[in-house]
Nanobody, 123 residues
């Protein structure tokens, strides 16, 4: 299984970015997909998760109301739309796949990880 995240970059505070993650897994449509992020010196933290049906679980409090996760099973893609970005959203963002239903999870629960994409929000 390969996951490839893209879409990161430099944006001003208040701006928007859309991250994409392409998955090679044949079981993609039956797997839950997640976004995590990590800043230097900190643990990877959960951002959002979505199940095969498109149902998402509650977002991290820090992004609630600003970020939206979605997926396109026909294209094996998952997205993270990030609006009203803040400097504290600056991080490397990772997509991850977990077999089975979407449930609240930590990074230890993921089966596969993609390489991260850097998001930098300037003030």
């Amino acid at each position: 299984v390969q996951l490839q995240a893209s879409g990161g970059g430099l944006v001003q505070a208040g701006g928007s970015l859309r991250l994409s993650c392409a998955a090679s897994a044949r079981t993609f449509s039956m797997s839950a997909m997640y976004w995590f992020r990590q800043t230097p010196g900190k643990d990877r933290e959960f951002v959002a998760g979505i199940g095969w049906s498109g149902r998402s679980i509650p977002y991290a409090d820090s992004v609630k109301g600003r970020f939206t996760i979605s997926r396109d099973n026909a294209k094996n893609m998952v997205y993270l739309q990030m609006n009203s970005l803040k400097p504290e959203d600056t991080a490397v963002y990772y997509c991850a796949l977990r077999y089975g239903a979407v449930v609240p999870a930590t990074d230890n629960d993921m089966n596969y990880w993609g390489k991260g994409t850097l998001v930098t929000v300037s003030s």
